[in-house]
């Protein structure tokens, strides 16, 4: 079956830190994936998705960025955090073009 | 661009009632897929129920059903004997047939059960 693991789950970092948070999906080939962040615990922000090594898409322009090494390996990077990148952030895979995304168990993100 | 509307941000329900949870939509296309997620304190994304749109018959899943009216562009979840477990933020979501489509949310809806 799938699974998707996401790492850390918790993490304080200072402003002006670099950041680095993984996701790894299991038992399925070429996932499309995705980073989402949620703020205030309200709405889903699409920050980037991914359909392939290499190729990665950005949906917000931001402090943040993304890569995709492996086909089954999503990161999400900044080499300096500001207060405003606080939030939790979700990583996800679907099959192309086909129903929902499944999604990780997140990350809660404090830039202190 | 596709939209999801959820205009009611809170709702509340008395335990083993019935609460429905509204949702619109905007798109052009004729084909794609609605879904109602679930988020519990512990903030893990659940997908609760999933509708074709080719499919005239509403999805059910256990006590979750939808209410899915295309013409209207609308998609209501309708949750039967509430229970205390469902307590959380209910996401509606939209994606499109597209093999790199993307998933659409709502703002979402937080739902209380009262004991």
């Known amino acids: 079956s799938q699974t998707i693991h996401q790492w850390p789950a918790t993490l304080v970092q200072p402003v002006g830190s670099p950041l680095s948070l993984e996701c790894t999906v299991e038992?399925?080939?070429?996932?499309?994936l995705y980073w989402y962040r949620q703020a205030a615990g309200r709405g889903l922000q699409l920050l980037f998705y991914?359909?392939?090594?290499?190729?990665i898409s950005s949906e917000v322009p931001q402090n943040l960025s993304a890569s995709r090494p492996q086909d089954r390996q999503f990161i999400l990077s900044s080499k300096k955090l500001l207060l405003s990148d606080s939030g939790f952030y979700l990583c996800?895979?679907?099959?192309?073009?086909?129903?929902?995304?499944?999604f990780g168990s997140g990350t809660r993100l404090t830039v202190v | 661009a596709q939209t999801v509307t959820q205009s009611q941000p809170e709702m509340s329900v008395q335990e083993a009632e019935t609460v429905t949870l509204s949702c619109t939509y905007d798109?052009?296309?004729?084909?794609?897929?609605l879904f109602w997620y679930k988020q519990p304190p512990s903030r893990q994304m659940i997908l609760v129920i999933r509708?074709?749109?080719?499919?005239?018959q509403n999805a059910t899943e256990n006590r979750f059903s939808v209410n899915f009216q295309k013409a209207a562009k609308s998609f209501s979840l309708k949750i039967s004997d509430s229970q205390l477990g469902d307590a959380a933020m209910y996401f509606c979501?939209?994606?499109?047939?597209?093999?790199?489509?993307?998933?659409?949310f709502g703002k979402g809806i937080t739902l209380s059960v009262r004991p």
């Open positions: 798109t052009s296309e004729s084909d794609y897929y």
């Open positions: 509708q074709e749109a080719y499919k005239q």
């Open positions: 991914s359909v392939g090594i290499g190729q």
């Open positions: 979501a939209y994606r499109d047939t597209g093999a790199n489509s993307k998933l659409t």
């Open positions: 996800a895979w679907s099959v192309l073009g086909y129903g929902g995304y499944t």
């Open positions: 038992g399925t080939s070429n996932p499309n």
